[in-house]
């Protein structure tokens, strides 16, 4: 495993993409969700630097089941808050293909919210598949399997404090 971002530089990306949050919604209320599971650490890290009043919730996504291999997407709204008229900012942890981010901001724009947008921790270079692209993204990397603050791989390192590339002998044949 390979570090490529310490828990260092995470602060400072961070604390980077909640003064751009912070500038563009210059004091209005905000409802913040985030994607769960991934992006637990950023949501934890990024609401205590919002200085608009806010409301937290989270929505379920998951299509990475086993491995690093993309299932379908199943999206569980049961535990989000009423999003109708109020400016939402969706946090997920990494825009990769980008196939979760649309659909789960497709979903929640039917829900009328005022405005919505999105902030990802990590956006993948060269991957996206979709013609959306998150507003905010505190790091740019390459493409290659991330684990840490947050990510995990097969359920594991999600509590490392910071971000690792997993190296091709760490990830299992079958997973790919
Ligand atoms: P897509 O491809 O839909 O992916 O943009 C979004 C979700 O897939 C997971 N994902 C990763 N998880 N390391 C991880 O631990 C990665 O490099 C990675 N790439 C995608 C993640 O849950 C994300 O929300």
């Known amino acids: 495993m390979k570090t490529l971002l310490s828990a260092d530089d995470l602060r400072t990306g961070v604390v980077s993409m909640a003064d751009r949050i912070n500038r563009s919604q210059a004091g209005k209320p905000l409802t913040v969700i985030g994607v769960l599971t991934g992006s637990l650490v950023l949501l934890a890290d990024l609401i205590r630097l919002l200085d608009m009043p806010s409301r937290v919730g989270v929505v379920q996504a998951s299509s990475y089941r086993e491995g690093i291999k993309r299932g379908p997407l199943t999206i569980n709204v049961e535990l989000m808050p009423k999003i109708a008229t109020r400016d939402v900012l969706l946090v997920d942890d990494i825009f990769d293909t980008g196939h979760t981010l649309s659909e789960v901001m497709g979903l929640m724009k039917r829900l009328q919210p005022a405005s919505i947008r999105s902030c990802v921790l990590l956006r993948k270079v060269g991957c996206s598949q979709v013609d959306v692209e998150p507003d905010f993204a ?34 299992s044949r079958d997973s790919e």
């Open 138 to 171: 505190a790091f740019d990397i390459p493409d290659v399997f991330v684990v840490g603050y947050g990510l995990d791989y097969c359920d594991a390192y999600r509590n490392l404090p910071y971000l690792a590339a997993l190296e091709p002998g760490e990830i």
